[in-house]
């Protein structure tokens, strides 16, 4: 039961629902997350943190980067279910579609220059 609570509270805010979004089939660094949601860092890290609490992502570190993406192997079979459901519901919509533009513009910046930009600027823009 704890496990299903977490996992609903987890999806109970739109900033999480768009960074399960934008996992979907990649893997992400903080910096990028935080250049698409316009959010202070330790505020995407909040989010993050929900997340993984919840199993619905999973993290690496590779050198001074962490790494997110969605749950692999060991996710649940009701955690698959629910992001499976939640990516159909929400791979329409507007914002999603919006997100979708944006990251793979972020993505073309390098994470180095894009961090060092947020920690310069303490601003979300991107330059692009």
């Keep these: 039961m704890r496990q299903i609570v ?29 250049a698409l949601l316009c959010l202070a860092p330790s505020t995407v890290s909040k989010h993050l943190s929900i997340l993984k609490n919840a199993r619905l992502i999973d993290s690496r570190k590779q050198g001074r980067w962490m790494y997110y993406r969605l749950a692999g192997q060991r996710v649940s079979r009701a955690n698959a279910e629910v992001t499976a459901w939640l990516l159909r519901s929400v791979s329409e919509t507007d914002r ?4 979708s533009q944006r990251i793979e513009e972020i993505l073309k910046i390098d994470p180095e220059i894009l961090c060092s930009q947020q920690n310069r600027s303490g601003s979300c823009e991107t330059g692009s």
Excluded: Y
Aim: hydrophobic share 40%.
């Design 6 to 34: 977490r996992t609903t509270k987890a999806l109970a805010d739109e900033n999480r629902i768009r960074i399960l979004g934008v996992l979907s089939g990649r893997e992400l660094c903080v910096c990028q997350l935080i």
């Design 96 to 99: 999603f579609l919006q997100d």
